[in-house]
């Protein structure tokens, strides 16, 4: 079974700090994604990447920085955070064929105070 | 770009009954239509998807129908249990580029 591993699974921090979410996957999958989930919003994306070195901005891409350094790793950065972005972040991965199913990992719920 | 709209928030049924859910997708060019569900404090986990070569795909107790010209799309559950409750997603894809558009999530309780 495809894995995708999250860290931290849960994060305080403080308005103003810098957050980083790491994400990690061992499927090779070349696409990789970060989402928020918020209540009535549903998965939005912020940002995903489409292998080492890319990073594309997704529907709500502001306040959020990305980072591919390897096939493997994604990561999610937060320079200042601020409390709008608490929330339930996930990471998902999937193969090069975007019509392929997704593998996701178990969340980070982020408060932000 | 693709917006896709979930009709349901929230569906109730008793166990053993039927549920429907419907999504509708604005972009004509998405090809793939998956669905995904989420447990109670879980993260999500893939369960049945469609592609527009066909109308109509099942899975044991999940159906998906598909209706192109109409851009909707539904997942169909028969006979559903309490392990059934959790919070079902749909989302498509294929529009080109690496994006896959999830709708706000359905919540459905199946109660005894």
């Known amino acids: 079974e495809a894995a995708v591993t999250q860290s931290p699974r849960n994060k305080v921090a403080v308005t103003g700090g810098k957050v980083t979410l790491s994400c990690n996957q061992t499927?090779?999958?070349?696409?990789m994604y970060w989402y928020r989930q918020d209540t009535g919003h549903g998965l939005r994306l912020i940002h995903y990447?489409?292998?080492?070195?890319?990073?594309e901005k997704g529907d709500i891409p502001d306040g959020y920085k990305a980072s591919r350094p390897s096939q493997e790793n994604f990561s999610l950065i937060l320079e200042l955070a601020t409390p709008s972005q608490t929330s339930v972040y996930f990471c998902?991965?999937?193969?090069?064929?975007?019509?392929?199913?997704?593998?996701f990992g178990h969340g980070t719920k982020l408060s932000v105070l | 770009g693709e917006k896709v709209e979930q009709h349901e928030s929230t569906l109730s049924v008793r166990e053993g009954d039927s549920a429907v859910i419907n999504c509708t997708y604005t972009?004509?060019?998405?090809?793939?239509f998956p669905w995904y569900k989420q447990e109670a404090g879980k993260s999500l986990h893939f369960v049945i998807d469609?592609?527009?070569?066909?109308d109509r795909k099942q899975s044991q107790r999940l159906t998906v129908l598909l209706d192109k010209k109409a851009k909707r799309f539904s997942l169909h559950i028969t006979a559903t249990q309490p392990e059934d409750s959790a919070i079902y997603f749909c989302?498509?894809?294929?529009?080109?580029?690496?994006?896959?558009?999830f709708g706000s999530g359905t919540r459905l309780l199946v109660s005894p």
């Open positions: 998902a991965s999937g193969g090069r064929d975007i019509n392929e199913r997704l593998f």
């Open positions: 499927n090779n999958h070349n696409n």
């Open positions: 990447s489409y292998g080492a070195g890319s990073t």
């Open positions: 972009d004509t060019a998405s090809s793939y």
């Open positions: 469609i592609r527009s070569n066909v």
């Open positions: 989302a498509a894809s294929g529009t080109g580029g690496y994006k896959v558009v």
